[in-house]
């Protein structure tokens, strides 16, 4: 059975229990088009505020201090495009779990761009799945992860993308998601015993 | 006023579990006995090595080791404003009505009770200890502490001494200081369940080895006493720099088979060390309260100790020898605390005790201080802002200013993450059956 979607600002839930047995939970996030033309916008300004002092020469009295301008430019340009690029652009279209009872479970996620990385896991490698609290230096967040037989390390569900930019959907969404790998790992157990 | 409302609390200090301390256990104990009445408790502390995140200890009581690193002795490195967005985010996501800070040698607890009042949060501060007035550290520190209480909902010291050194430091005024005093945990600390004879008189000495902890009186006492009364042995229990002067001590009187050092006692084992003796000598230079001698008191021992800060408030008169800090009167007490051992009956002392006290009842207390402060009125930053001028005439205005920023930095992270963003946490229901904990939640 399909549950009605989740709608939250950044995120929303959808899912769909009725394709061929597979239970199929998708988290979709939305583009924020402001943020990403507010941090270009912050690059072209600054881009433009180092090119005016480039031109009227306000430093450059030497020659060794108009290499250090230039350079110092390069280099806050270099910084503008990267920050913009961490704070707002996210490649991740949306996360995919796809739930195959009894066989296993199939984490998916599609970029903007197109490509689709998927990654799945056997059901008999799962021992449980959990909500963790997560706390760092400045906020708390949930987040769904997978215990793993023979592995040190928990699987996070909604992964790092490229170190820096993380999914933290809320807990709205991530419990439909949980219950249903319980679900499907609690009948996995009881057919083995 | 509803007499069974539920509060929910954040207790915050630098000090908690896997630190084992005064301060530690009064937090431990008071937040157990919170939870059997019903409300709701959560413990926010820095971390510890590696435990850090979100911690479930006995009972279901949460506590979150926030990743900010200690940087001196214990304490979280000061950022003033650094900590206003986890502290925000601590409190909307557990819903809490009230927040009670813990020792005012705590900066995570100034930190967290400064922003709780900036975001209108009810707060109380309990303190643990007596300070000083004369040196630069305690200057330093009672300024804190004036402007931590400055605007204070209500304040809890643990003996009527401490208040007096609380009211004086702070300036706060005395009506909003309750003294609410610490207990023991009776079903841990025991007597023995055979007697000890009284052939041999075993002194049991457990504190850490610091000037604080009259480490310096031992080292003058213990010769004499084993000099003039040669049916008496000494334990010394505990750890710490004067630990070499009693080492010392011992090769220059040759007392190694009379006096036995044990090193550091854990918390766990202490019960072991002192039912293995008679008298408990606390030879403390400062003490607020002493939790050690009901603990000594507790397993049946009479207690030998100095009359400094608030021990004379602890015990009845039949339970405990008072002395001066003063090696000749130490000495003196002994003596009429050896005279009196054959009349000491443990388990009557034990069972009176129990009655005296218990966590339960400092909790009760406690409570009736948290419905209090929730009575106080709800106040903008313009009428609180007065009270802290009032801290001194450039520290006032410093005061002042630190709370206008913290107040925008406020408005601030509303505006980046607004309220509604913070998901609140469920409740977590524990149930538990025959053979096992299970854990049940309202998702």
């Known amino acids: 059975m399909s549950e009605a979607p989740i709608f939250h600002s950044k995120y929303s839930y959808h899912h769909d229990g009725k394709a061929q047995q597979l239970d199929i939970h998708e988290i979709l996030v939305k583009r924020s088009r402001l943020g990403i033309f507010l941090s270009y916008f912050m690059v072209v300004v600054f881009l433009g505020t180092n090119v005016y002092f480039v031109t009227t020469k306000v430093f450059c009295i030497l020659i060794l201090t108009f290499f250090e301008v230039n350079i110092r430019s390069i280099w ?30 199939q984490l998916e996620t599609h970029y903007w761009s197109g490509r689709i990385v998927r990654l799945f896991v056997p059901i ?63 009948c996995e157990e009881t057919s083995i015993t | 006023m509803d007499q069974q409302r539920k509060h929910t609390i954040l207790m915050v200090s630098d000090f908690f579990y896997p630190n084992f301390g005064g301060v530690e256990s009064h937090i431990y104990y008071l937040s157990q ?16 090595g590696k435990r850090t995140g979100v911690r479930y200890v006995t009972n279901g009581l949460k506590v979150y080791y926030v990743p900010w690193r200690a940087f001196l002795m214990q304490n979280t490195l000061p950022t003033f404003y650094l900590t206003l967005p986890i502290i925000r985010t601590i409190l909307i996501r557990e819903r809490i009505s009230i927040v009670h800070g813990h020792q005012a040698f705590s900066t995570l607890c100034h930190e967290a009770l400064m922003h709780a009042r900036t975001m209108g949060y009810k707060v ?40 007096e050194n609380t009211v004086l430091r ?12 610490n207990a023991v945990d009776t079903a841990m600390f025991t007597p023995s369940t055979c007697r000890l004879s009284c052939d041999e008189i075993v002194i049991v000495v457990i504190s850490r080895l610091v000037y604080r902890k009259g480490a310096d009186l031992l080292v003058e006492v213990i010769p004499e006493v084993c ?44 019960r072991s060390v002192l039912i293995s003796g008679h008298i408990f000598l606390n030879s ?57 051992l054959p009349s000491i009956d443990p388990y009557a002392m034990h069972q009176r005790m129990k009655k005296l006290y218990s966590w339960h009842d400092v909790a009760k207390r406690t409570e009736i201080v948290y419905d209090r402060a929730l009575q106080s009125s709800d106040e903008n930053l313009l009428r609180r802002l007065p009270r802290y001028l009032k801290c ?32 609140e946490v469920p409740d977590l229901v524990f149930i538990r059956n025959e053979h096992e904990d299970v854990v049940h939640d309202s998702i």
């Open chain 2, 170 to 181: 702070s300036g706060i005024t005395p009506d909003r200081v309750f003294v609410v005093p």
């Open chain 2, 227 to 270: 000099h003039l009364f040669s049916n008496v042995r000494f334990i010394v229990g505990g750890d710490g720099p004067k630990r070499v002067r009693l080492e010392e001590m011992r090769e220059k009187h040759s007392l190694q088979d009379r006096v036995e050092m044990l090193g550091a006692v854990p918390h766990a084992r202490v």
């Open chain 2, 392 to 423: 001194g005439s450039w520290a006032g205005k410093m005061f002042c200013l630190v709370m206008i920023v913290n107040f925008l930095l406020w408005c601030l992270l509303d505006l980046w993450q607004p309220v509604e963003s913070i998901e």
């Open chain 1, 124 to 186: 008999s490698k799962i021992l449980s799945s959990m909500l963790n609290e997560c706390v760092t230096p400045v906020t708390c967040y949930w987040s769904l992860a997978l215990l793993l037989r023979d592995e040190g390390e928990l699987m996070l569900v909604f992964q790092l993308i490229r170190f820096v930019q993380k999914l933290q959907p809320p807990l709205k969404m991530l419990v439909p998601v949980w219950k249903a790998l319980r679900a499907a790992i609690n």
């Open chain 1, 76 to 105: 806050s340009i270099l910084v503008c495009f990267l920050l913009a690029k961490f704070l707002h652009y996210n490649p991740v279209k949306k996360e995919r779990v796809v739930i195959m009872p009894a066989f296993g479970v």
């Open chain 2, 284 to 340: 403390s230079l400062t003490e607020a309260f002493c939790i050690a001698i009901l603990e000594a008191a507790s397993c049946g021992l009479l207690t030998v100790s100095t009359r400094v800060g608030g021990v004379p408030e602890v015990l009845p008169d039949d339970m405990v020898v008072l002395s001066e800090p003063d090696p000749g009167d130490m000495v003196h007490a002994i003596r009429k605390a050896i005279v009196m």
């Open chain 2, 33 to 48: 006995c919170l939870l059997k009445l019903g409300h709701k408790v959560v413990v926010m502390t820095h971390s510890y």
């Open chain 2, 124 to 163: 109380v501060f309990t303190d643990h200890s007596l300070y000083g007035f004369a040196d630069v550290g305690s200057i330093h520190m009672n300024k804190v502490l004036q402007f931590t209480l400055a605007d204070i909902s209500q304040a809890i010291c643990v003996s009527h001494t401490s208040k």
